[in-house]
């Protein structure tokens, strides 16, 4: 399979380790492109949910793809997100070709791109709302299972397939996380920091959005989940671009060859990272 050059690939909310995860999916995205940098926007790995008892061949696979694109030049960013937060106690390790932080600033081709989880903006994620936050967690995560039922008796019936799940997490979105306050905060403050993209996760809404204001403007980038939308954001041809997997994109794994190892960061894309503690940090 033709591998498709992208200089940068932003990816969140797989949520390794549940049942709701398109880890096989994932991991056919991964076998069909070659970027010089991947970044894992948070919530990569569950941490609320994971359990030793479940964590199938493809969940373990798709990490050893992301070792494999290390191996092979590839630089990798991990940002924490809410579900793996533990992680943030470790911010600003730096293993080779390997980063964790909890925010990274990247100029590319002379604009500077602001990108973290984006859960320090949302209110159902702190404090003592956490708690709720991870009970509705684990309800979401039944109602994907029981999705799939259903979608498995609509197979045999010859009709289509339905999202229950995702219709819920949307009315839950509308009323709770309030999205479009959610997307304007954050612009507005990119604004104010002068940044000229702004690229979150957490919400599973993917987007590619200009924002303006009497003080400037921004795009505003969302790169969804690989849990009902199976999206990314990649950066090729001087420009953003939001990628959807077509689940018929699906292939078998290809046998892993070696390959040149890339030139990662260039005179283009220059990285600085820096620790986000708390949203007054930002």
Known sequence: MQKRPVDVAVISDLHLGTYACRAKEFVSYLNSIEPRLLILNGDIIDGWQFSKHYFPLHHITAIQQIFHLLSNGTRVIYITGNHD????RYADLHLGNFQLADKVVIEIDGKMNWIFHGDVFDHTTANQAKFWGKLGSNGYAMLL???????KMMRLLGREKVSLSKKIMEQFHKRFVRIDAFETMIAELAIEKKYDC??????????KRVY?????????LNSGDWVE???????????????????EETQPEPAKQPKPKPEVITNEIAIYLHSLT???AI
């Not at 702004?198 to 987007?207: A, D, T």
């Open 278 to 280: 708390q949203p007054s």
């Open 145 to 151: 299972g029981f999705n799939k039922m259903i979608n």
């Open 85 to 88: 937060e533990t992680l943030r």
């Open 229 to 247: 939308h199976m999206t990314s954001l990649e950066y090729y041809n001087n420009d953003w671009h939001l990628y959807t997997h077509q689940q």
């Open 212 to 220: 303006s204001n009497e003080k400037g403007a921004v795009t505003y």
């Open 198 to 207: 702004v690229i979150c996760g957490h919400i599973h809404q993917p987007v």
